[in-house]
């Protein structure tokens, strides 16, 4: 198996995305290694991590829609909006109802309008947003526009003092889970924050084909489960090009259209993977090439 393509990791808690990443370029022997989509030390489940070549395609796999199963707290504010910070708030949550938590989560379903949460790693004036709040500054981000297509309720367990609520969530890139907890929260007026957060899928890579990082200790430094060309055929619709197709992308020009909704991946005869196209001004245009 070669050493360019994808690995489908099952993060364990307490790691960095940045961690993982360290891990399997050790694991590979290999310098060009990347994720595709950040996952916080607290959360769990599926980093889609690339290995040599395949790391040209992250920008597209961390465009992806995501999947969760996540625990939210009502009664307790934190300071990072999850249980990674200290209380901040509590309030009682005796009279909050399972309709109004079901209603609540309903209002934070479909395109909203999101403020991230101030400890992220979103940058303002060249600095992360996390840094700033952990020296003392006041730190306000501006909403984004996300879509939250599915937030359903699996259960509500109560406990005094607080409520634990667990919900299945598939979201747009860019949308943070632990601000669903903390609106839910805030529109529940009892506050709220993430006690648990697992990713189950980043668009069509699921937790059923991941692998532990034991796991990937046992067959280092072949790592790689997704080799490029079929990981490309996974993830992008598909072109199969003439030779004649070929020698032409394979220099970077562009090819005839084809019709097919871009980004796509065009395969060469022999089933190599030769570049990523998108259709635009009546010609098939390379966004990456592979080959070289």
């Not at 995501?66 to 509590?90: F, H, P």
């Amino acid at each position: 198996m070669g050493t360019d393509g994808l690995v489908v990791v099952d993060k364990p808690g307490g790691m960095t995305s940045h961690d993982v990443v360290a891990r399997v370029r050790r694991m590979a022997g290999i310098r060009r290694v990347g994720h595709g989509g950040t996952l916080d030390p607290m959360a769990t489940g599926v980093l889609v991590v690339a290995v040599g070549r395949a790391t040209r395609m992250l920008t597209y796999i961390s465009g992806s829609d995501k999947a969760y199963l996540a625990t939210i707290r009502l009664g307790q504010s934190t300071v990072t909006d999850d249980a990674e910070g200290e209380v901040v708030a509590v309030a009682d949550v005796s009279e909050v109802s399972d309709q109004a938590i079901r209603a609540g989560l309903g209002v934070l379903t479909g395109e909203i309008d999101q403020v991230p949460s101030a400890v992220s790693a979103i940058k303002i004036d060249g600095k992360r947003a996390y840094k700033r709040v952990r020296q003392g500054e006041q730190v306000v981000l501006a909403a984004r526009r996300v879509t939250v297509s599915k937030l359903d309720l699996l259960a509500v367990r109560r406990t005094p003092g607080f409520i634990d609520v667990d919900v299945d969530v598939t979201c747009s890139a860019g949308t943070y889970v632990r601000a669903i907890a903390r609106d839910l929260g805030v529109a529940l007026g009892v506050g709220g924050h993430l006690t648990a957060l697992r990713r189950t899928a980043v668009g069509g890579f699921t937790l059923a084909e991941a692998v532990t990082l034991a796991e990937l200790e046992s067959r280092a430094p072949h790592v790689v489960t997704l080799p490029l060309a079929e990981a490309a055929d996974r993830y992008f619709p598909r072109r199969d090009a003439t030779p004649d197709e070929a020698r032409v992308l394979s220099h970077g020009g562009p090819l005839a259209t084809a019709g097919i909704p871009g980004p796509y991946a065009v395969f060469a005869p022999d089933g190599s993977l030769l570049a990523i196209v998108s259709e635009r001004d009546a010609r098939a245009r390379p966004e990456v090439v592979f080959t070289g």
